[in-house]
């Protein structure tokens, strides 16, 4: 009877593994997609704005209207070029930063976004070092920022999303570096923790 009830609790308990998985994995999945589905959205908002101007130009070249939707990218890559353009002028730039500053700051999860945005278009080498952060008589994964003899600065990221998380100041001595880099670190916290290593650097 023991040796069922046992049984029965290692099923339970895998089961809920599995579920805690599944979950994990959903949740990372809705993270990814909401960025590039807003971009979709974005992106096919311009295009049917500007597919009035294409179909348009098509009937004043005398074109047949199956090149209008050729026509319409056209316009909408000649489009974002132009914009490209123009930031390089400081009053277009000015503007841009007060409407972000003024109006945008105002709508949620905007400033998240924007940044994990740019971080797709214009990524680069993040020189973060994985550490450990004592706190509270446990060790928490983090990135080190800045590191003095007293104190440092760990930006602790979230899990499953590693580009959410919160910045700490805290004291140099209970940090320990990791023998591994930022991507491994945030693929460990992907996997709930999967793959960390404790070897110091």
Not at 121 to 134: H, K, Y
């Amino acid at each position: 009877m023991l040796q069922n009830i046992n049984v029965l609790n290692n099923k339970f308990f895998k089961m809920k593994n599995v579920y805690s998985k599944i979950k994990s994995t959903f949740i990372s999945g809705i993270i990814l997609f909401l960025p590039l589905f807003i971009l979709a959205a974005i992106l096919q908002k311009v295009y049917t704005f500007m597919f009035g101007f294409g179909h348009k130009i098509t009937g004043l070249l005398g074109l047949e209207k199956e090149f209008a939707p050729i026509l319409t990218t056209a316009l909408v890559i000649l489009l974002f070029l132009i914009f490209g353009l123009l930031v390089r002028f400081s009053m277009v730039t000015k503007m841009k930063d007060w409407i972000e500053n003024n109006l945008l700051v105002y709508i949620p999860t905007y400033s998240k976004y924007k940044a994990k945005m740019m971080a797709k278009l214009q990524p680069g080498v993040d020189l973060r070092q994985p550490v450990l952060v004592e706190m509270n008589g446990s060790w928490n994964p983090g990135l080190l920022i800045t590191e003095t003899e007293d104190k440092s600065t760990v930006f602790m990221p979230t899990s499953p999303d590693t580009d959410y998380g919160e910045v700490w100041v805290v004291k140099s001595v209970s940090i320990q570096h990791l023998a591994m880099t930022t991507k491994e670190l945030k693929t460990s916290l992907l996997l709930g923790g999967k793959g960390l290593s404790l070897t110091k650097s």
